[in-house]
């Protein structure tokens, strides 16, 4: 177990690992998410409150899940890069990071077009719409404090030690938010919590959310391999890599 | 117990690039030993290295044979470190600063011996002046209170002889020499070069090599 | 050092082991800070006058009609004296920084996280507080409605609380950076919003004529996390800035 953790950590193990892992993943990814959204987007049936302007969950939801899941995993990789001064789990965060912002953005965005026709408004003060807001606030701070140092290991520390100190904060951040909007409107429409969603409906949701993961994975592995090379461009290993190819 | 810090197999890559490599330290009770090399080449990351500082580094650091970084706590307690910067809060008065460093290193000597320290570098009748308004020199001189008024074992100076006058050099000198005589160690980075300390030890950092005599 | 110095010399301290003396640390680094604000008594009255000015923009800025003061009151006053602890976050650990007594700080045979706390405490102390004792004051300006100038100064001076704990972990992230002021802000804005929600929640609970110690006990579980999270991750930051 402690043997498999270090060879882990090793930069040109994970970069062979990497490369056999990635092109699976991102057939997994591909073929989900196409199945997923012909499914969601032609086949489905339409909500009868909503009609057709619900099909944008199909994108929305997957969204927001990994934006809330790249976040926790960016707090998972700042501690193990912290506790036990694994690189690679640091070249994987500053990889992630980005698309995490990226996918809270896409969840706001598409939220916020979902709003218009259920609504009537491009933004409404939802929960779910402000703890998403304060996440993309919460993924800028981490990706610029990253850049703000001068070395990039320090930048690298100051980054762990920020999305852990999120990590712990998005459920307080969470439950203040809902607590708040309880308050402020009672009784509101809340976009994801219907009763019984029929199966057609969930199904090609559920198989978005996992073709968004898979994607998050091969993203990660794929720009991953791209860091070790960056960082680990003088050594050795990397050097041979490159002269063995014709 | 006789004071002993080493370092074993040191390495320190800053940036991609190794500052050294294979580096051993061995300093005990007695000894004065100075670390040399051009700008840039690890100095002040070796002492802060030896002083349990910095920690993600190859190898392995033992102060009275255990290593860091549990023993770190009983390294600091009796370590005495001056870096670049003077360490002196500029709305305090000398005194105020010394009081509060022995406050913070868990000594307790009465204001009496703190003035005694502070006259002994030259700087009686300013106890209560707020340091703002002394000469750099003179506050250089605050911070050198501290080894007079201050009887850790361990001695770490980065650079200690910066902006003081020619006499201050040869009695920081005498002070260092005298330290190192009554069982006391010494790790210095100066370009002075310490004529007047006898038997000092050199460790030369120069990119990959180090040499030590 | 004109003397001869070499006839004083007593033997250097034999090696010994680190002991207690860290609640001495605590205290000597507390009345230190706080003797630093007693001589400069301007850096501590910065915050409250920026309060005080931030609170006569709203009337200018939106309308003098009582009515519509009182609607906003509890938030503006909350919002207001928030964004005045921030102001002076940025300076918490930078002058100690600049002068080198915060590096050795670090080298004292004490935990770090400790010995923080008696400078956060300071700056709660000399921020946190007088903007919470000051606050009813400017309720007064705005038509604050009775019955929440209580709840006004107590949320405010337990939420001012988590405001320093979290807010010196953004301090001591940025103290090492030219510009870190404004970068500071966005690091620490996110994480205060808890804070501002149960704050004018208290607020607006005592207006209702309902009960606002829940709120209030509510921020204080939160200053009880901070308390127990917080000075792990400031020492963290502060280490990270100075030895990289």
């Keep these: 177990m402690w043997a498999f953790f270090h060879k882990l950590g090793s930069p040109r193990w994970?970069?062979?690992?990497?490369?056999?892992?990635?092109?699976?993943?991102?057939?997994?990814?591909?073929?989900?998410?196409?199945?997923?959204?012909?499914?969601?987007?032609?086949?489905?049936?339409?909500?009868?409150?909503?009609g057709n302007s619900f099909r944008i969950i199909y994108v929305h939801v997957p969204a927001a899940f990994l934006a809330q899941s790249i976040f926790l995993a960016l707090a998972a990789s700042g501690f193990v890069f912290m506790v036990w001064k694994i690189k690679i789990a640091d070249m994987a965060a500053a990889m992630m990071a980005p698309l995490g912002a990226a996918m809270t953005a896409i969840a706001l965005l598409s939220g916020s077009v979902w709003g218009k026709p259920t609504w009537g408004t491009w933004w409404q003060w939802d929960a779910r719409l402000t703890s998403m807001l304060i996440l993309l606030f919460l993924y800028l701070g981490v990706m610029l404090i990253r850049r703000a140092f001068a070395r990039p290991q320090s930048g690298a520390k100051a980054a762990s030690v920020l999305a852990m100190v999120g990590v712990i904060n998005i459920p307080i951040i969470k439950y203040s938010v809902e607590w708040w909007n309880t308050l402020h409107q009672p009784a509101s429409f809340t976009i994801t919590e219907r009763p019984a969603m029929p199966v057609e409906m969930w199904m090609p949701l559920l198989i978005m959310v996992l073709g968004f993961y898979a994607f998050f994975a091969a993203f990660t592995l794929t720009r991953t391999r791209t860091e070790i090379l960056r960082r680990e461009g003088h050594k050795r290993w990397v050097k041979e890599l490159f002269e063995e190819r014709p | 117990m006789r004071l002993c810090l080493e370092a074993r197999q040191l390495a320190c890559e800053r940036d991609g690039r190794w500052l050294f490599r294979g580096l051993d330290v061995v300093l005990k009770a007695g000894e004065v030993l100075r670390v040399e090399g051009p700008n840039g080449s690890g100095k002040t990351t070796l002492l802060k290295i030896l002083c349990g500082q910095i920690a993600d580094v190859d190898g392995e650091v033992r102060w009275q044979g255990r290593a860091l970084p549990r023993a770190r706590a009983d390294l600091l307690a009796n370590l005495l470190y001056l870096g670049h910067a003077p360490g002196i809060k500029a709305n305090l008065s000398a005194l105020e600063n010394l009081r509060w460093y022995q406050a913070l290193g868990g000594e307790g000597r009465p204001d009496a011996e703190l003035e005694a320290a502070l006259a002994e570098v030259g700087l009686a009748g300013f106890e209560d002046?707020?340091?703002?308004?002394?000469?750099?020199?003179?506050?250089?001189?605050?911070?050198?209170?501290?080894?007079?008024?201050?009887?850790?074992?361990?001695?770490?100076?980065?650079?200690?002889?910066?902006?003081?006058?020619?006499?201050?050099v040869a009695a920081l000198e005498r002070r260092l020499a005298s330290h190192a005589a009554s069982g006391g160690a010494v790790l210095v980075t100066t370009h002075h070069p310490l004529s007047n300390v006898p038997g000092v030890r050199r460790l030369t950092m120069d990119g990959q090599r180090q040499v030590a005599s | 050092m004109n003397t001869p110095m070499s006839g004083s010399i007593e033997a250097a301290e034999p090696v010994r082991e680190a002991g207690d003396g860290l609640g001495r640390a605590m205290a000597a680094t507390f009345r230190r800070d706080l003797t630093a604000v007693a001589r400069r008594p301007g850096d501590a009255l910065t915050p409250l006058v920026f309060f005080a000015m931030v609170i006569t923009l709203f009337p200018l800025g939106i309308s003098p009609e009582p009515e519509r003061l009182a609607l906003i009151a509890p938030g503006v006053l909350w919002v207001a004296?928030?964004?005045?602890?921030?102001?002076?976050?940025?300076?918490?650990?930078?002058?100690?920084?600049?002068?080198?007594?915060?590096?050795?700080?670090?080298?004292?045979?004490?935990?770090?996280?400790?010995?923080?706390?008696?400078?956060?405490?300071?700056?709660?102390?000399?921020?946190?507080?007088?903007?919470?004792?000051m606050a009813p004051l400017l309720g007064v300006l705005l038509a604050l409605p009775q019955g929440s100038y209580l709840a006004l100064s107590a949320t405010l001076a337990l939420g001012s609380g988590c405001i320093s704990l979290i807010g010196a972990i953004g301090a001591g992230l940025t103290v090492g950076l030219a510009r870190g002021g404004m970068l500071l802000s966005l690091l620490v804005l996110p994480l205060f919003m808890p804070v501002l929600i149960f704050g004018t929640g208290a607020m607006g609970a005592a207006l209702g004529g309902g009960e606002w110690l829940g709120h209030l006990a509510v921020i204080g579980a939160l200053l009880s996390v901070a308390l127990m999270a917080a000075p792990v991750a400031i020492a963290a930051s502060l280490r990270i800035s100075i030895h990289g």
């Design chain 3, 81 to 133: 004296a928030l964004l005045s602890a921030l102001l002076s976050l940025d300076g918490l650990f930078r002058g100690d920084f600049e002068d080198g007594t915060l590096e050795q700080l670090l080298l004292a045979p004490h935990p770090l996280s400790l010995l923080v706390l008696a400078k956060v405490a300071v700056h709660w102390l000399t921020t946190g507080l007088p903007l919470a004792l």
């Design chain 1, 14 to 50: 994970f970069y062979g690992i990497a490369a056999r892992l990635s092109p699976w993943c991102w057939a997994l990814a591909l073929a989900l998410i196409l199945v997923g959204s012909v499914w969601g987007l032609a086949f489905a049936p339409a909500d009868y409150q909503q």
């Design chain 2, 129 to 168: 002046v707020p340091t703002a308004q002394l000469s750099a020199g003179q506050k250089r001189r605050v911070t050198l209170a501290r080894l007079v008024s201050s009887r850790r074992a361990l001695w770490v100076l980065d650079e200690p002889f910066t902006a003081i006058d020619v006499a201050g």
